[in-house]
């Protein structure tokens, strides 16, 4: 039992280093961690690049077998330190980080599944678990709960600019056929989210006048449109800051309540005069 | 009198399935039908990818008979349902019904009404009545009212834009002339509006420096006054927000004192207890 | 001197068809204007249109005649209608009246001046004045104001993007080099301002790696600091709305002070008990 | 001592010359210098237009020596005038004056160095300095105070932005490949950050249907997010600006109620004069 004890003590402590990030083990290994993945990113990123890919081969080769162990013998150790390996395993990082180790093994066996490393810039999302960004963006986090609540509107929006999109792409494409790069409604559609959300790329454009006036058309809507979303947020999250104002720190002397308004006199809860202390 | 009686109790069960979503058989009758709707959608879309319609001519004209017939069957069905026949087919969505309808019928007829089929797009704005998608919006609809109390506002917004580009349209035709794509004050106006919604799809583009610079100075602008809609729908919104503010709507029976904070027992004001009535 | 009374109520009159609208005479006189402005600019567009003007060109050189005879009586009966024709003439709108209409007569004389009828487009900004349209905005005025009120703040922030453009333009020069199109400073810069807008024309773009880095760079500071324009404006136009809110529509019985806060028991001004009718 | 004392005059004079603007001898200066950056910004602009430099190839160089030795005797003059020089050489604008003023001096040493010149750009910055342009955006800062308060998540909000291009960019690179210009990944993420800002070159653009599916969901995703800078920076000034409502802190010596109106001289609450203190 002892030896039992010592082993669970083993691996409480390895859960510590790898899960948490309070003691000065866990915070460093979350920053090599991260060092790593910001440079197998960065190494991914070179080997995409032809000309550097043809020099540095065997070096980019040899630095992939490096992360790759590393990132194995990573996911051995979360698994080991976990009581239910489950919960890691099947879980969104979980899942990552076998999509970003496996295709380096796979390249041995097939050839062409090497391009799959680029998986591994889905691990750049661990960044956010590790730094805690969300911790920054407030204490109150009432940016979140601003998205939150207009979560649903935004969808709403978003799913009509879509349908919008699909109707005058259909239209467009009546209109101009596919002489003028409008070749199909799929095309067209792609053209009309192009152009409504501002992008403008202009690999295909109007060019009968009555295309590019429906196009200007389109071109105003989403200019005009653009309102929509960023009135919703600024709102809600107005409508968050806010909470924090009309209400006075005054703490009732009898029941102790607070958030009374601004100009109370008496507590609103037990009717105590807030200001005969 | 009871045959009547029964006919008449067909026709409304007929009206609750096809009208209302409250029973199970009406709910199934939308959903069938907007599955119908975005299956026909997805029909036209493919049909017009021409490599696709080269493959699966006769499939796809097969399918579109298919969808014409249940199209068709509804039509009537609607028609039938409802008691006053016409404030269906002069209604917005019987209009649209009839044109997603009609034009396959056409296409026996006359060559080359096939391409209207894709009107059937249009069809897609019956997504909105039935997900009832404005109930998601707001109970209270704060939204709806924020766009309504702003739509004369950005109406007026809209057209100044409009004017801005025809002006500086016919100036850019002016400066920049034919040579450089400005070839008509149409399309120097149609290139403005581009230019002035920050879309820029490049296809014209200033080429001497005063073009450049009376470009670069309307980009700025385009850039700048983009902050005007957005600055009315959020300001308005907000409006609208803070009418559900976490005040409720008591007033005490003694002092009448207002603005007691949700779930206040007593009256700020005068310390009365405002339940005991 | 009957004679002379008699003068001056026709000119009276006239002053009151051409400069008001209150009359009917007086309504009809700014809508058939408005039309004839309409008109005017639609002419313009298609002479424009060298396909149309091959073809109807004396049909459009008549109607310009037209327009242009038409134009230059209202141009005489606004001197005649005015008391001190010098506040007209020299006033915007009697600029560019003038503008509008002497580039026609000019073009018998001189070859190649025809192109300044184009001027004729800024008589579209007498449809503000026609329709009243600042009065749609809204009865208080509130955007306006807000507009005001950022005026200053916007043309700080359009400063600072200006002069961030052209640093960040030079230093493009610099990295790119006339071998990619950014050939000179002027260019460089404007195709930073394309860029910082969101514009993106893509008539010139980075083709150096570290090009491309910095334009990533100058996208995303556009993309953050198009914040700060409606920002301003959001946050000065809920400024505006929210004076019409805190305040209620008593006056006193006493000295007639309005503008009391809601919740107010005595009059700000007088302490008269405002309640005490 | 006497001697040292006029000395430390001289230089006191020197000092409120150069480094203040409160006399009208330190305004001139500040108006000359900034005439002299913005002459040698706009000279800079034109040498590095080739047909202009062939022709005005020694006039140009001539004005160069000119502004060179200006802005060398004021570097000297601004080491001379203050107490510790150190402060100004290692300052921000210390730094920027010596390097606009350094190479044209090596451009007669070395070849090739004459285009460091264009770095007299950031001399520009010096604007807002002269000019005291955050004075302008008003007395209380209330915009300074805002973006300080919203850097942090503005901040978060672009690594989250860079973030999703990174991933969305390797997909692309994935999906498309080096056939249609997305040949390397960091290629895909410059194009993926030209798609999400909205700004969209189209110097590279999808060309397969899944690629300009994938296309649209990072535009609209774009076109959705850029709701949330803008929200932040509304929702942070609004709540900067509430501050200076047109309430005043006046506490009624009797009833001891706040709140009231600016100029307000009778307490809203009792009626006691407020003023009579």
Redesign the interface.
Same mark, same amino acid.
């Given at each position: 039992m002892n030896n039992n004890s010592s082993q669970k003590n083993w691996k409480d402590k390895l859960h510590e280093i790898i899960y948490e990030a309070d003691t000065p083990a866990g915070k460093s290994f979350d920053v090599i961690i991260l060092i790593m993945i910001l440079a197998s990113?960065i190494l991914? @990123?070179l080997e995409? $690049?032809?000309y550097l890919n043809d020099k540095y081969a065997s070096l980019f080769n040899a630095l992939e077998w490096v992360i790759t162990i590393v990132f194995t013998i990573e996911y051995f150790l979360r698994i080991i330190a976990i009581n239910k390996p489950k919960n890691y395993i099947f879980s969104f990082f979980g899942i990552i980080d076998l999509l970003s180790t496996v295709p380096k093994y796979l390249s041995i066996l097939f050839v062409g599944t090497h391009?799959?490393v680029? &998986?591994r810039?889905?691990r750049?999302?661990r960044?956010?678990r590790i730094l805690k960004?969300a911790r920054? +963006?407030?204490e109150s986090n009432n940016?979140v709960k601003?998205?939150k609540a207009s979560r649903? %509107? =935004?969808s $709403?929006?978003?799913?009509?600019? =879509?349908?919008v999109a699909? =109707?005058l792409g259909?239209v467009m494409? &009546?209109v101009e056929g596919?002489d003028h790069g409008f070749?199909?409604?799929?095309?067209s559609?792609?053209w009309c989210?192009?152009?409504?959300?501002?992008?403008?790329?202009? /690999?295909i454009?109007p060019e009968t006048?009555l295309g !590019?006036?429906i196009?200007?058309i389109i @071109? +105003?809507l989403?200019?005009?449109i653009?309102?929509?979303?960023?009135? =919703?947020?600024?709102?809600?999250?107005? !409508? !968050? $800051? %806010?909470?924090k @104002?009309p209400?006075n720190t005054q703490h009732c002397s009898n029941c102790n309540a607070d958030?009374?308004? /601004?100009?109370? %006199?008496?507590?609103? %809860?037990?009717?105590? /005069?807030l200001?005969n202390e």
């Open positions: 990113i991914v @990123m995409s $690049v032809s391009a799959l680029a &998986l810039a889905l750049l999302l960044v956010f960004l920054f +963006i407030g940016l601003a998205l649903v %509107k =935004i $709403v929006f978003l799913l009509a600019v =879509i349908i699909i =109707i259909t494409y &009546l596919s070749n199909s409604i799929p095309k559609v792609y989210i192009v152009t409504l959300t501002t992008v403008g790329y202009g /690999d454009s006048p !590019q006036l196009a200007s @071109m +105003i989403g200019y005009g653009i309102a929509v979303p960023t009135g =919703i947020v600024s709102a809600e999250y107005t !409508q !968050q $800051v %806010k909470h @104002m209400l958030n009374h308004l /601004d100009g109370a %006199k008496f507590c609103h %809860k037990c009717g105590e /005069d200001y």
